[in-house]
C-alpha cells in the first residue's frame, strides 16, 4: 500500500525559503509520477510542480517557475520541493500525490492522483 508523507511546512516571512520532503513507501516508484499540490482556503486544491520519476523530467505552473523546483533522491525513495522567495500568495496547505506514470492524461491534473498525503501547511508573512 503507497504511503506518502509530507513535512517541512512551516511559517516564514515573504522572500523567504522552505523546503518540503514527501516520503514515499509501498510501491515502485521508478514507474512514477509525483506531484505537490496547493489548497488555499476557500480555493481548489491546484496543481504547483510533477516530476516523472524515471527521467526526471519536471513540470510547473507558471507562477513558481524560477522559484520552485522539484527534486527526488531515489536512494531514500523522497521528493522535495524547494521553494525560494516566497510569496504570501503561496500560503496553503501543501500535499503530494502520486500515481503510475504511463497514463495518457498529464501529471498537471489533479483528478489523475492515485495516492496522496496528509498535506503541510505553509504561511508566507507580509
Known amino acids: 500500500q503507497v504511503q506518502l508523507v509530507e513535512s517541512g511546512g512551516g511559517l516564514v516571512q515573504a522572500g523567504g525559503s522552505l523546503r518540503l520532503s514527501c516520503a514515499a513507501s509501498g510501491g515502485t516508484f521508478s514507474t512514477y509520477g509525483m506531484g505537490w499540490f496547493r489548497q488555499a482556503p476557500g480555493k481548489e486544491r491546484e496543481f504547483v510542480a510533477a516530476?516523472?520519476?524515471?527521467?526526471?523530467?519536471?513540470y510547473y505552473v507558471d507562477s513558481v517557475k524560477g522559484r520552485f523546483t522539484i527534486s527526488r533522491d531515489n536512494a531514500k525513495n523522497t521528493v522535495y520541493l524547494q521553494m525560494n522567495v516566497l510569496k504570501p500568495e503561496d500560503t496553503a496547505v501543501y500535499y503530494c500525490a502520486a500515481r503510475p506514470s504511463g497514463r495518457p492524461t498529464t501529471l498537471r491534473n489533479v483528478n489523475s492522483y492515485d495516492y496522496w498525503g496528509q498535506g503541510t501547511q505553509v504561511t508566507v508573512s507580509s
Open positions: 516530476i516523472r520519476w524515471s527521467d526526471g523530467i519536471t
